[in-house]
């Protein structure tokens, strides 16, 4: 065993031979070697400058695992115990990449592409034509402004969540029970939300929600009958399905607060609202954070409700990115552009999510 | 035949002596019936009355064992043209739906008896409705096609047989399953393309006009409206329906209302609605094109006909029920027409089969049919002007054009496996196999002139009045000289599609006019048609005109 080095880490003599090495980096470098091969072979055959025979993309594929082994044992062979330690993570790390960061590359290559699904001449490299369109198109950007009005309703929920959690943590009778039935809305499917709230219950002649706001003076009562009514309605159903979820993190959060805190504070003088705005929610700070956070991801995945009950209407007023996107790359086939939506759709979400993660964090450590 | 349809004549309480009656009748039929007729057509009629009384009309659904036996006794035509056991060894694939446990489900058992006498196997494809065009579009745009037979609807013909994707049918396919019998419009050029023919019908779809008659009997309505008759136009619908505005409802005692247009998309399936209206002013008699101009692509739909047609709905929308703007086509038949608000809607025959069977419906014994309303005037694309014909010009919808069997390219090369397939897509369009599938539940609807024969349906125990008034506007449609005939091009449905986004639109007030709404629509088709090709989509679309 070696007398040198990091001894209290290294447990296995590294007695790493030069033909070993050399072994190594022969396969690794082989394998990179006939991978590049076979993937450049098949691709002058797509482009038609070769004629090899192949009719699937299998043979890169199986070189590509090929290589990956290879690599992985090239660590263990070239550097011995720490090539060991590399194992843990480099087969994760390949499959990451074989599964996020290729798709990823192959959607950039369609979001730059013109490819209509109908279209006889199959799919073509348009370069930034998609962008344009898009920067021209009117849906995108109403489906875009529709989000941020979407996402703005989120403060409004959390506040509803908080309260009910608050409600919820204070000592009231049948407690149990009504943890339970809060939580109904979010074990149902949005589908099913659409169907049962969206086309019955707010079903303008018959629904009973549709009676109720008759009795109470609304003529003609009409949930989605104009823009504004039509997005908050949407907004209701959305909310009503999701605040379960926010509630339960944050009651999560409350009771894990020391009731002492709480105790002292009143001990000292201070109010119920002073206990609450300088105790509670300061504690609850990072927990509320977390759940916006995650809520705002739900939010913008937002179109099961919107595609069943509105197709997104009346006019485009409550159209999400989503369903947009669902009907352009659904009914019409519109593949390429469809694509690049969403690449746009996601860079803005990345940028968006970091800047509100930034600013959380800062908050955070202000309070 | 739908299924609530035939739930309904079940409910109806069909006794076992009506029944007895019906066999009976068949029976006698048959033996007396036959003076002059050759012992072929008797041993035929023979067996369409025998497969009538299989289960028996009322005496619950069938089952796989019933399929199975319809599909052994309407074995004849297959033994005719293949030898027991000569396509021992082939293997098909069949692709098509599963909705409501029908369609692939019935395909199973009647192919069951096929499968034994051919000696082939088949590898069943189930979809669910939604599944079906997007796993077909990536298939062919994939170069992944992977079934031998496909059930298919018209208007994906441009997706298909335009690529070459399709097999063409044999000559002998075209005698066993009697194609002269096809209503008018599933004739050719429907299921050919440049005159090659792909198609084995084995459904129909058109729109028709449902109405309610007590609006037409009602005092007080008819001071108000001066109409005592349905409508034949849509002249006379407008003025109805304005007229309309202010009564009571004679069933429910609510607002009255005229006709219906839903105003939201269908996942395209809207834009049929437009043109139960835009037909009557744009499908010229001596014009096959009626949406694009075939020598150019270039949309008619902002035409003055579709102009007029987009601006009627405007005009009607203040006298249509309140939030009309999110009644979409499911909602104006289902929620409103059968529940008893309104007096004019244009549908699929499900309003109709639906109309005295749902248990949602209340308007079925003040129902009636006719062809969808014509129009004064007619729009002349070629000249450019509007001209009063005689008398009015009718242009029934043939939206859809039901469900066909197609046989794909993969077989074409084998000559063996491509007769097996086109004698399995065979047997499921003969001419018996229709009128089993018409008279019980299967998914489809008539699509052949034997399958509107009343005496049939009557002596096999149907109340004759109700079948009469259901099936006969479906065939006044289905063989009108002047039907406006779905365009079978590429991405049709894309072009639907934008099209009601569009008009969602114009109808919320984004824009001015109708002119407005259809010029974006046209817009809109335009860059469509230049992404998927302009000059292959002016050749197909001629072709699938027949021109």
Known sequence: MSAEGDLLHVVTPDDLSLPRVAFGRAIMWGAAGLLALVALAQTLQVTGRLELGFTTWRPTLYAYILWAVCLCWGQVLMRGEQGKRVLFVLPAALFVISLVVFPLLFGLLIAFSDWNLASPTGRKFNGLDNLRQMWGDPFYWNALTNMVWYSLAIIVEYAIAFGLALLLNAQIRGRKFFRVAFLMPLMLSPVAVSWMVGKSMLEIRFGPLARLARALGWDNPSFFGSAEV??????????????PFMMIMILAGLQAIPRELQEAARV??????????????????????????????????LADIIINVTSGGPG????SVTSFIFREYRDRS????????AMVYLVLIVIAMTILMKLAERWTRQR | MKVELYNHVVRSGLTRRRLLQGAASIGSLAAMGGLGVSRAALAQADVRAAILAIPGVGAGSPTDADWQKVGEMTLAATRANVAEGEFAGVELTFMGLNNQNLHNFLFRGFLKPWEAYTGAKINWIDLAQADYNPRLQQAIATGTVDFDIIEMGAPFEGDTASKGLLDEMPDWVKVQIDMDDYVGYL????GTWDGKTYRISIDGDCHSFAYRKDYLTDAAISAATGMTEAPTTWQQVQAFSNAVKGQK??????????????????GGFGFYFLEDRASAYA???DDPAWLFDPDTMKPRVNNPAWVQAIQDVMDTMPVLPPDQINADPGTTAFQQFLAGTGAMICWWGDVGSSARTSDGSVVGDVVGFSINPGSDRVYNARTAAWETPATPNFAPNMAYLGWGVYVTSRVTADEKKRKAAWSAAAHLGGKDIALWMAAYPSGFQPYRNSQFNYDEWEAAGYDRAFIEDYLGSNLDSYNHPNAAIEPRIPGIFQYYSVAEDELAKGFGGTYKSAQETADAIAAAWEKITDQIGRDSQIALYKASLGM
């Open chain 1, 230 to 243: 039509a997005r908050a309605t949407i907004m209701v159903m959305d909310a009503w399905t999701y605040i």
């Open chain 1, 268 to 301: 000292d003088g201070a109010s119920p609202w002073r206990g609450f705005w300088e105790v509670t929610f300061p504690l609850m700070l990072p927990v509320s954070i977390t759940a916006i956070l995650i809520r705002l991801i739900f939010k913008l995945k």
């Open chain 2, 187 to 190: 004739k050719a050029p429907v």
């Open chain 1, 334 to 341: 519109n593949v390429g552009y469809g694509t690049l939506l």
């Open chain 2, 283 to 285: 499908k010229h008699p």
């Open chain 1, 316 to 319: 485009g007023a409550t159209d």
């Open chain 2, 249 to 266: 409802d004679p069933l429910t005692g609510l607002d009255a209302y005229g006709f219906l247009d839903p105003l939201k998309g269908w």
